[in-house]
């Protein structure tokens, strides 16, 4: 089938729509019509070099639909049903499913990084050529086939554009806050980023009962929005950050600091304001290439915990249906989260405006 897909090409270009050849779902596969996509910074890591991939490929990785056919051997889906898209999928059965942490799963992670489908092929293509998947998933199209591990079936009620947050950026966030640092009540928590993710954190962080919330970005527009997520605090990014973060903590620090950004210097900022016996969570993706300095005397001397977060820590099958059951019952309000939406001819444009700042996270709405 032919379908309208935005696609990256070469590093420093923008995103082209252009038309592709989508072919049908393989065994253990299924074709979804994509109804909203998130716009999420990962992807623009393409454009600015930071996420090496082969190209030509269809980014997107946060995103909603409904499936509309089955490719044999299905059984845990059906036509009709409205999924949101899991950009991790998860064997089930390898040593790191069964170890308890399915987003490194090692049957699909090296299918996903090489852009291909678990039998080393491409459903994409123009003008015969193959076009890669990005993410397991690509859902800067009108349609995807994705692997039936990569759908997480969602109650009707949920909003597309909700369910495609749910995908990626309330799960990396509120996940981190949960599943990863575990933050337990009466915590005093900071987060480095007033992104959709970072927005994500500080909402698992009241979820989880935290006492002070500090957010920390370098944007004056941001730190409104955040507070509108619940942050009790807001601190505009400076050398000193620490110190500031210091007095509202009783002189100790942060039992629990998230960086969500993927700055190396601000995870190295955000490490000074962990309080001694305090956690460092990095759940921000950095450059492929750098490299941060977190300097082992004081880690050791101040018995800090350093964690990585990929994707929340997540069981998706599990943690995708109760975030939505939370948004339906009110206790996360991820509707404040979506500031505009946009057609997917404006892919270029709502990424200018993630770049300045000024959103929380705009939705590609099909």
Known sequence: MKIKAAVFNEVGEPFQIETL???APHAGEVLVKVEAAGVCRSDYQ???????????????????????????????LKKGDFVALNW??????????????????STFTP??????????????SKNGEQVFHFSAISCFAEYVVVAQEACIPLSKKVPAPVAALIGC?????????????GVKPGANVVVFGAGGVGLSSIMGA?????NRIIAVDVNDTKMEIAKTFGATDTLLTSPDVHKAIREITDGRGADYV??????????????????????????????????????GAIITRRELTIKGSYYGSANTAHD????????????????????????????NKAYDELIEGKIARSIIVF
């Open 320 to 347: 995708f249906p109760l975030f939505a059951d939370l948004y339906l019952n009110n206790k996360l309000d991820l509707d404040r989260l979506i500031t505009k939406t946009y057609p997917l001819e404006d892919i």
């Open 258 to 295: 998230f960086e969500a950004i993927g700055i190396p210097a601000v995870q190295e900022q955000a490490l000074k304001a962990v309080r001694p016996g305090g956690t460092l969570v990095l759940e921000g993706l950095s450059p492929m290439d750098s490299a941060t300095n977190l300097p």
């Open 169 to 181: 950026a309330v799960t990396t966030g509120v996940g981190a806050v949960i599943n990863t640092a």
């Open 46 to 76: 393409l454009i600015t070099g930071a996420i090496h991939h082969h190209k030509p490929v269809v980014p997107g990785h946060e995103g909603a639909g409904t499936v509309v056919e089955i490719g044999e051997g299905v059984t845990r």
């Open 88 to 105: 991790a999928p998860n064997c089930g059965t390898c040593f790191y499913c069964l170890d308890g942490h399915p987003s490194l799963c």
């Open 206 to 210: 009241n979820l989880a009962g935290a």
């Open 111 to 124: 299918s996903i990084w090489s852009g291909n489908m678990l039998d080393g092929t491409t459903r994409f």
């Open 21 to 23: 050849d989508l072919e």
